[in-house]
């Protein structure tokens, strides 16, 4: 039988992808093209680096389908011109040099397997590692709620409670939705030193409670709307269900508790991206990994929750709509 070595070359190479197209971010070199095509000597001048140098990396970026041969330089793809110029909406230049999680964990994958601690895991500085991933996901993330928000059937003035909650994704969607909401809005006090920044004029309709979601002393219950987005997969089971549970006890009579994840435990032929962040969760936390639809709904119904509705996906999230048990489906 004969097999095709390409295979595998293009498995080594998705390595050197990843890094060639980090390094393009660092450089500045997406933002370099995005007012059009420039050769290898007109990069390095924007990007003060070497001439030769730069045409390596562009050549690879071109291999990988993120720059297109123009004339004798380059402009770019439509991904790259989308999705790594940083001032894009959809930016993810940010994401693509964070989401993999401390460099130093992915040599270790093998030992990790057999049971090593990560060289460096999140968990050592949370705070540190999300400040900087919270506006990285950021774009992402305001895309799912907004195109969620309004699915939820939410009555008018809505109160927010959004923990863990980053740069405020869910509060920037629903106090632009709707003057008369109000948010409440929790994390790190080092990841909230730049969301009140970020929410603007919003801020001013939003209250931001530092500390850890399970002891932050949040304002009393009850709210239409809580959100907890993308923050169960990095927490080990018990401190997840408690917060399920916490979550549960701050709801209004007929709120919603709406989970985003990404949801291991299914084919990773048809769930590919899920799959692949579940070995990031390996790599770099201690506990974390992805939550699978049955360890979920377990926690949802161990809160006094039922699941009342799984809107299609939103780039690539699992979005979980649930509300007591007793109040029925949405109104």
Known sequence: MRTDPGFIWGTIHGSTGYWVAAAAVRLGLFDALRTGPLDADGLARVCQAEPAAVAVIADALVATGLLVPHGGGYELSEAAAAHLVRDAPMAMADLLLWSPGPASNWPALDRIARGERPPEPIDDDAPAFYSKLVDATLPSQLLVARSVLASLGLPEGPRLLEPGAGRAPWATAVLSADPRSSAVVNDFAEVLSGTEENLGALAARCQLVSGDYLDADWPPPAYDLVVLGHILRA????????????????????????????LGGRSPLDHAHAALLGVTMLAGTLEGRLCSPTL??????????????????????????????TTGGPS
Do not use: C, F, K, M
């Open 235 to 262: 927490e080990p089971d018990r401190r997840a269900a408690l917060l399920v549970q916490r979550a549960s006890a701050a709801l209004a009579p007929g709120g919603r508790l709406v989970v985003t994840e990404y």
């Open 296 to 325: 979920l709904e377990g926690w949802l119904t161990g809160a006094g929750l039922e699941v009342v509705a799984r809107p299609e996906p939103v780039a690539n999230t699992d979005v979980i709509i649930a509300t007591h048990a």
